[in-house]
């Protein structure tokens, strides 16, 4: 809901915009992101432009991926005048050939056109534009890239891919007791991650409710890639509500004693909002008490194996599963923030076990690192939320590894 009502707001401010250009008699093309707008120049001036609207049902992301050849594109598009036409067309993006166009000459009085078309795509990364056109004049373009093959995806992993974490750590608090460790936990895991295995770190410290999500809908909006990942850490205070059967991480502004939980971030809310981001792997770790009560089963309550081939194979199968993954410090109950100056027992392990690369072969999975942790108490949680595929996982990939892919590559 609030990316379209953010859509409809830039929609606007690019109508304005066209209105006043088109009372000057000039004809512009305006880009924002995948999507263009154009207005004739041979408008008459002063007209008003209504543009047409394109609505992605498939691909819906901006950037994806496909292990199978066979691709369905569907979208809607709507006009609030007639529109004239809507051209389909696909181009390898490696060598700008176009592979295929289909134009849909609209008759009188046409608002409107569903689409659904099978498409067989060559392996490469292709480009998808719909382009929709008023009898007006307005002209909207918008585009999808999607990769397609495994072999495609295989070269994506070592060229074409991101790493990034979003690191929330809080020590003060306005009306709870003050931590001493999360901020150096988390600046710590940050180095680590930067450092070893070249994520693109954001810590955010003492942050109110306000600002956590504020921070997740900027991380929200981001062009990820098919084989993008975004880890999310949540150190701080954390809370269960009984009579709720719900947990909640307590931002820098919670209320000591806030019967009706509106000061805190409900793990539900958090969940959701976070499955909500455009990118196809994120990790939940949430070193807080009760945090693993984002488990539905352990909040009701009262009171894989490894695998090792470091080939791109491996990467790109791993890479190619929607990944909605997370690990908690505990369970139902509390956690230790550690001795000052020192970190908590679960960050404490959590660096370890990136310390450790994943072995001999450099990419550290989820599963070892549920190894490492497991002989800590309380015992660590892991699981799975939101729209988490069977085989999908969230790699730790050691720089060295990243580098001698690429080599490979220009061979």
């Known amino acids: 809901m609030i990316q379209l009502f953010m859509y409809r707001i830039k929609e606007f401010f690019f109508l304005v915009l066209f209105i006043v250009l088109s009372s000057i008699g000039t004809g512009q093309i305006i880009s924002t992101k995948s999507v263009h707008f154009q207005v004739d120049s041979s408008m008459k001036s002063g007209e008003l432009i209504e543009l047409p609207q394109i609505v992605w049902i498939n691909p819906a992301l901006e950037y994806s991926n496909s292990t199978k050849n066979d691709v369905t594109l569907k979208a809607e598009v709507s006009a609030t005048s007639d529109l004239e036409e809507v051209e389909i067309q696909l181009v390898e993006k490696s060598n700008k050939q176009i592979i295929g166009t289909k134009i849909y000459e609209l008759r009188e009085g046409k608002r409107g056109l569903t689409i659904e078309k099978n498409f067989f795509l060559p392996d490469g990364d292709i480009l998808i534009s719909l382009k929709a056109k008023t009898k007006k004049g307005g002209t909207v373009l918008s585009t999808r890239s999607i ?9 994506a992993v070592s060229i074409d891919r991101k790493d990034y974490a979003l690191i929330f750590a809080t020590n003060k608090y306005d009306n709870w007791s003050d931590l001493v460790n999360p901020i150096y936990d ?19 410290e003492n942050t109110t409710k306000k600002e956590v999500f504020r921070k997740i809908l900027e991380y929200n909006r981001k062009a990820y890639k098919p084989q993008d990942q975004l880890m999310i850490f949540f150190a701080g205070h954390g809370q269960f509500d009984e009579d709720f059967g719900e947990g909640y991480v307590v931002a820098k502004n919670s209320v000591a004693i806030d019967k009706s939980k509106t000061s805190y971030i409900s793990h539900s809310r958090l969940k959701t909002v976070i499955n909500n981001i455009p990118c196809k792997h994120i990790f ?38 929607t990944t909605r993954r997370y690990l908690t410090s505990g369970g139902k109950e509390y956690v230790s923030d550690g001795i000052p100056g020192e970190h908590s027992p679960f960050a404490q392990k959590f660096i370890e076990a990136l310390r450790t690369y994943g072995g001999s072969d450099r990419i550290l999975t989820l599963s070892e690192i549920k190894t490492e942790l497991e002989k800590l108490e309380p015992t660590p949680r892991m699981g799975e939320f939101g729209k988490n595929e069977d085989l999908s996982d969230f790699l730790f990939i050691k720089r060295a590894f990243q580098k001698d892919a690429l080599k490979d590559d220009e061979k």
């Open 284 to 321: 939940l770790t949430m070193d807080v008490c009760f945090g693993g009560t984002l488990d539905p089963e352990i909040a009701a309550s009262r009171g894989g194996p490894d695998i090792t081939d470091p080939d791109k194979d491996f990467l790109a199968k791993k890479l190619s599963h």
């Open 186 to 204: 988390g600046n710590s895991i940050a180095k680590e991650l930067r450092e070893t295995y070249g994520f693109e770190v954001e810590v955010v």
């Open 147 to 155: 990769l397609v093959g495994m072999d495609a995806m295989k070269n």
